[in-house]
């Protein structure tokens, strides 16, 4: 049975740091892409970031990009988004996913993806 489990969220200051954890169960990280989301009060599904399953390829959205960055530990099952510089729009509950079979351009696409975890809450604010 496929699992996936979001933790770290909080309330953090503008310009600072958190680090989301996404421990999945079910399955193994060489075997399915992983992608963060994010979703705001009264906003769509917004794709963060993504790791591919073959060979840990990368991708982000623009909004993130040189602040966030996507990893994961094989051994640990699980997936982490290091999050940096964070700004009052980055507020979302922040949601991770999986996809065994992620077709070329779903990367930040939530269509793509069949499986999801419960989410985090994330709050940047003063």
């Known amino acids: 049975q496929v699992q996936l489990v979001e933790s770290g969220g909080g309330l953090v200051q503008p310009g600072g740091s958190l680090r989301l954890s996404c421990a999945v169960s079910g399955f193994t990280l060489d075997t399915y892409a992983i992608g963060w989301f994010r979703q705001a009060p009264g906003k769509e599904r917004e794709g963060v970031a993504c790791i591919t399953s073959s060979d840990g390829s990368t991708f982000y959205a623009d909004s993130v990009k040189g602040r966030f960055t996507i990893s994961r530990d094989n051994a640990k099952n699980t997936v982490y988004l290091e999050m940096n510089s964070l700004k009052p729009d980055d507020t979302a509950v922040y949601y991770c996913?999986?996809?065994?079979?992620?077709?070329?351009?779903?990367?930040?696409?939530?269509?793509?993806?069949?499986?999801w975890g419960q989410g985090t809450q994330v709050t940047v604010s003063s």
């Open positions: 996913a999986a996809e065994m079979a992620l077709f070329q351009d779903y990367e930040l696409n939530a269509k793509g993806y069949d499986y």
